[in-house]
């Protein structure tokens, strides 16, 4: 398949170890938090969402973080595996008024086995 | 249960041709948008429908158009093809307006 993200920032992990992947978001008003993963040939796969009123959720082997002070989203993964590997996006909601998800410029997760 | 279904999966134009990608959002899902991916890029928005509406547009030009049926099902339509329309285009349902949406694996459409 092809490949998304040629030229993406890459984060390099070791099978087994935690991944934490970063993002800025650009709009103190968003009120609505996404991430999504996205292999070669594919669409967008939902992960986990936070709304702002929340600063931590937890799904299965995933964290959200949300810093609104920083305007900073971050996405860990515990115990990473090889099916982890592909690009990581976060997207952004104002959920008033606008009804567009803003999309990062994603990250580019590697599992080394 | 079937997931968001687009078609064609893959297609090529020249340029100044006209397209017509197609959407079937997930069954009960009454909101479907728009996305275009340029490859190395995150998608950006072009269109949200709901209930048959445009909710949203993003910042495209005219030669991008778009429509819900009362299926909930949706067509993206773009004239005079450029060159720079090359993309992958993504097309994603919801429930609502407000909850995440789920994403088709997408048209990539290359204009020549």
């Known amino acids: 398949g092809e490949s998304v993200g040629l030229h993406l920032p890459t984060l390099s992990v070791q099978e087994g170890d935690n991944s934490i992947i970063n993002c800025a978001y650009s709009?103190?008003?968003?009120?609505?938090f996404i991430w999504y993963k996205q292999e070669s040939g594919k669409g967008p796969q939902f992960i986990i969402d936070?709304?702002?009123?929340?600063d931590k959720r937890q799904g299965q082997r995933v964290t959200v973080l949300l810093n609104k002070t920083v305007k900073h989203l971050s996405l860990q993964i515990a115990a990473t595996q090889p099916g982890d590997s592909a690009v990581y996006f976060c997207?952004?909601?104002?959920?008033?008024?606008?009804?567009?998800?803003?999309f990062g410029t994603g990250t580019r997760l590697k599992v080394l086995a | 249960d079937a997931g968001v279904t687009q078609s064609p999966t893959h297609l090529i134009k020249t340029r100044g041709q006209h397209v017509t990608l197609r959407c079937s959002p997930i069954?009960?899902?009454?909101?479907v948008s728009w996305y275009q991916q340029v490859l190395g890029q995150g998608p950006q928005f072009i269109f949200q429908?709901?209930?048959?509406?445009?909710?949203g547009r993003g910042n495209f030009p005219d030669r991008f158009s778009a429509r819900q049926f009362p299926n909930y099902s949706s067509e993206l339509n773009v004239n005079a093809l450029l060159l720079g329309d090359s993309a992958l285009y993504l097309c994603?349902?919801?429930?609502?307006?407000?909850?995440?949406?789920?994403f088709g694996s997408g048209t990539r459409l290359t204009v020549v």
């Open positions: 994603a349902s919801s429930q609502g307006t407000d909850y995440g949406y789920t």
């Open positions: 709009n103190s008003a968003s009120d609505y």
């Open positions: 936070i709304r702002s009123n929340m």
């Open positions: 997207a952004e909601n104002k959920s008033s008024g606008t009804y567009k998800y803003i």
């Open positions: 069954s009960g899902h009454k909101s």
């Open positions: 429908y709901y209930e048959k509406e445009e909710r």
